[in-house]
């Protein structure tokens, strides 16, 4: 073999023929024709032909061994070779014999170069990549990409905005070793730890940040949303827990109590001293709360509300804290005075002693193992004449005399109905904000590891980070930007329920409830393609995907299933938000669906929807007007069809069940354009720098991914044309490009404590 391979015309095919033989089968015909290549060589000598020829029997191919000898000499001899000849197989075969070979001139030929291009392109190999897969030990290793084009902390502090102080505090109490998470415990174990971090929160005064200072609280609701959102950086058990505790159990004491049942509970409810819970679902009734069945009967003689569980459909199921902690219970029930019933009113209940014993003509039952949240003591409570003080009425809006006399400053059942239940929209701020938080941490560590992990490539190159695939990036990117987006629009919810008027009530109640639907499902949409971008590594416990998939399952049908709540939020937009557009036969909703069926959509502009730039497609006019006209779109066609069901004789009812579909999406439609009007609003106050420059990026990737998203549904409408449609998708690969070399410091800017994250694959 030796004496073979320091033939001139033999090196000189070496390369050739090691690609070939080492990817490939050679056909008949590829044999055939570099045989013939050989025959017709003048400048080989015979030996050098007998020796090529033996070599291209299929019948005997080169053993591994024989492989691993040809690439030994070719590597031996790359050191020596200008890399600047390497244009081909051909050429780095030439070079070889010319160091090599002892008699290389006639290699050199330009009769010889052209048999050996001919022969390279005859056998399709890519000259160049097979080159990389020769002479990889000159190959430089692709950098990781750590260094962001802004200053992360700058972005941090426009994420925190003026809670920062409130943010910091709660991050350095979760990085003490006391809240390391708990792995592998059984339930009872859990709990217990659950219950012992939400004591030591309240030791810190965060349980209580909501609470009117003179009943030992912050006074501050806006930063009580704060603690809910960073604290869900940690275990969300422990979120759900402190939520049930401090903002249910405690708030609906606040927001529906008076001032003797602030003075009676607030302050130990914000200690912990008070474990309590919050009693609204029934097995029987979940998200029709109107129709609970739990009846609170007053009677006059001792001037008490009698609590009953009618049957067992009327029990209370899935209330947090039941099952082991709670010792009272907000409950809500029909309230019924002589004789006639006033519907759903709330009611502070006793349903343990301070020993935890179960108090007398008191079910309760634990619910047992769940998909997740395992750390919360959710139970079943059943009631059998119960009694309670009259004073345990949280009587913000209706009263009860000594004389069973009931008295409210509102005077519509129904009014008044949505009134109390309108108090309670923190719950629809809450969960979609400590999702946020999960899925915030579910993309930092995904990033990270797709920053790191190299996975194929090039031959001849160190493998590709993950991030690096379009693929990837495709997956990943769009959703951080979803996390950015969701960021500020819930802020803008915040903001929106702790100024609210009367006037605007019913606004915000729907712009809660699609607003949490929409970042819920984003949640969990955003944290199982995350778990898959990470591979098995995903898989594994130890880097949190399995807690962050299981213990947000839930929140798509916390306070509210979405589907119902967005149903919600298509109604609000079917009618005037000063109506009252709640009950279940909406009359007064005809003529306004009669108008909005006569309401021409805008023109569409056919230059508008044929141009294909990037000034027009990154101009945010263009996606604000995109947004739009797809809400109003929708809007007009559920209104024609609901009308022309009503015109059919179709009762109110099954005229918008026939519609559900059509509603879904107008409610979809109207929260996106929400949401992009705040990416926009944030943008325009953030001063001229580096990080705007940034976030315009990730803003321009949400536009656009969203009308990505919907192309279908806008060409049907003619609103974009095929053109355009493909010239998205190209700006939307761009723009994942553009933001991938920003990618890690947009996570960093989540600045989510490194014991939080938990995750060794996140590791920076």
Request: proline share 3%; aromatic share 10%.
């Amino acid at each position: 073999m030796q004496e073979q391979l320091s033939q001139p015309g033999v090196l000189t095919f070496l390369p050739i023929l090691y690609v070939a033989w080492a990817d490939a089968i050679l056909t008949p015909s590829e044999i055939e024709k570099i045989e013939e290549r050989i025959k017709n060589e003048s400048w080989l000598s015979e030996l050098e032909k007998e020796t090529l020829s033996s070599w291209l029997d299929p019948k005997n191919p080169p053993s591994p061994a024989t492989l691993k000898e040809w690439l030994t000499v070719i590597k031996d001899n790359s050191d020596s070779i200008n890399e600047g000849k390497r244009k081909s197989l051909a050429d780095a075969g030439v070079e070889i014999a010319n160091i090599g070979g002892d008699d290389n001139t006639r290699c050199s030929t330009p009769e010889a170069c052209k048999a050996l291009y001919e022969i390279e392109e005859a056998l399709g190999v890519i000259g160049d990549e097979s080159l990389d897969s020769l002479f990889d030990n000159e190959i430089a290793n692709t950098p990781l990409t750590e260094i962001s084009s802004f200053q992360e902390h700058e972005l941090t502090k426009i994420l925190d905005g003026d809670h920062a102080d409130i943010i910091k505090k709660i991050k350095t109490i979760l990085s003490d070793p006391t809240f390391s998470y708990v792995r592998e415990v059984n339930k009872d174990t859990y709990r217990e730890k659950v219950l012992e971090w939400c004591k030591h929160l309240a030791n810190q005064g965060i349980g209580s940040l909501g609470y009117p200072k003179e009943f030992g609280g912050g006074g501050d609701i806006a930063r009580y949303f704060t603690a809910m959102e960073t604290l869900s950086y940690h275990d969300l058990s422990l979120v759900i827990k402190f939520g049930v505790q401090f903002g249910l159990f405690g708030m609906s004491i606040m927001l529906l109590g008076t001032k003797k049942h602030h003075r009676k509970y607030l302050e130990d409810a914000g200690s912990l001293k008070l474990p309590g819970c919050f009693a609204m679902t029934e097995t029987g009734h979940g998200s029709n709360v109107r129709d609970i069945e739990t009846t609170a009967t007053f009677d006059p003689a001792t001037n008490e509300f009698i609590i009953h569980t009618p049957n067992d459909d009327a029990r209370k199921d899935y209330i947090g804290n039941a099952a082991k902690h709670g010792q009272k219970a907000t409950v809500f029930a029909q309230l019924i005075t002589k004789g006639q019933n006033y519907g759903v009113h709330a009611f502070v209940v006793s349903i343990r002693d301070n020993s935890g014993q179960t108090l007398p003509n008191i079910k309760i039952e634990d619910c047992g193992e769940k998909l997740g949240l395992n750390g919360v003591d959710n139970g079943r409570i059943w009631f059998d004449q119960v009694r309670i003080p009259a004073i345990d009425l949280l009587d913000q809006f209706a009263s009860v005399d000594q004389n069973g006399n009931y008295t409210s400053p509102i005077s519509s059942d129904s009014k008044r109905f949505f009134t109390m239940l309108g108090t309670l929209v923190g719950g629809r701020i809450g969960i979609p904000r400590a999702g946020l938080s999960a899925a915030k941490s579910a993309l930092t560590i995904a990033i990270r590891y797709g920053n790191k992990r190299r996975q194929f490539g090039a031959a001849g190159k160190q493998e590709t980070p993950l991030l690096d695939y379009k693929t990837h990036q495709r997956r990943l990117l769009p959703l951080l930007s979803n996390a950015f987006a969701s960021h500020f629009a819930l802020r803008y919810l915040t903001d929106r329920f702790l100024q609210q008027s009367e006037k605007d009530a019913r606004e915000i109640e729907a712009l809660a409830a699609g607003l949490k639907a929409w970042s819920t499902w984003n949640t969990s949409h955003t944290i199982q393609e995350c778990r898959e971008a990470c591979g098995g590594k995903g898989y594994l416990a130890e880097n949190r995907f399995a807690a962050l998939k299981a213990d947000t399952d839930i929140f798509t049908t916390f306070e509210g299933d979405n589907t119902v709540l967005m149903q919600l939020v298509a109604k609000s937009r079917l009618t005037d938000f000063k109506q009252e557009f709640h009950e279940i036969n909406f009359f007064g909703i005809v003529k306004y669906i009669a108008s909005q069926a006569a309401t021409t959509i805008l023109e569409k502009n056919p230059i508008a929807t044929r141009r294909t730039d990037d000034e027009h497609l990154l101009d945010p006019e263009f996606h604000l007007a995109a947004f739009k006209y797809r809400e109003r779109s929708i809007l007009s066609s559920a209104a024609r069809r609901l009308k022309n069901h009503l015109d059919e004789g179709m009762d109110s009812f099954e005229a918008f069940n026939q519609c559900q579909y059509h509603l879904v999406q107008l409610a979809f439609a109207y929260i996106e354009v929400v949401i992009l009007e705040q990416f926009q609003l944030t943008l325009e106050s953030m001063p001229e720098d580096d990080v705007k420059v940034a976030m315009v990026k990730v803003y321009n990737l949400f536009a656009l991914s969203q009308i990505e998203k919907y192309k279908g549904w806008y060409l049907e409408a003619d609103y974009i044309e095929s053109a355009k449609s493909k010239a998205i998708r190209r700006l939307v690969n761009n723009l994942c490009q553009k933001v991938r070399f920003d990618a890690i410091g947009l996570v960093n800017a989540f600045d989510i404590p490194d014991q939080c994250l938990s995750a060794p694959i996140a590791v920076k």
